[in-house]
Nanobody, 127 residues
């Protein structure tokens, strides 16, 4: 069963903004760390951002720090990724993620074996 569904992807000019949403139909949203990964054509899937289960801490890849903002809304079981000052190198399929493992590990290890992935939404930044 698909637990995470991403929406909001699309085409945007460099320097523009775009916001992604991830709706979580699971039963552990309030206790899971949530986040986003992305994968460009021909490249590996990389960590983008995460937010702790309690919403108190946010984590960002260096490449997006200062430009992207992650947030979560418990009443809607939804996590968001607001992207600003977009660059062509941000072009990728963006995947929502949920896991109980520490987001600090996601930079290099990705999700744990019990983690969940969305199906992805395409973000294309044109130059």
């Amino acid at each position: 069963q698909v637990r995470l569904i991403e929406t909001g992807g699309g085409l945007v000019q460099a320097g523009g903004s775009l916001s992604l949403s991830c709706a979580d139909s699971g039963r552990t949203f309030s206790t899971d760390n949530m986040g986003w990964f992305r994968q460009a054509p021909g490249k590996e899937r990389n960590f983008v951002a995460a937010i702790s289960w309690d919403g108190g801490r946010a984590y960002y890849a260096d490449s997006v720090k200062g430009r992207f903002t992650i947030s979560r809304e418990y009443a809607k079981n939804t996590v968001y990724l607001q992207m600003k000052s977009l660059k062509p190198e941000d072009t990728a399929v963006y995947y929502c993620a949920a896991d109980h493992t520490a987001p600090s590990r996601w930079y290099t290890q990705g999700l744990g074996p019990s983690g969940s992935w969305g199906q992805g939404t395409q973000v294309t930044v044109s130059s």
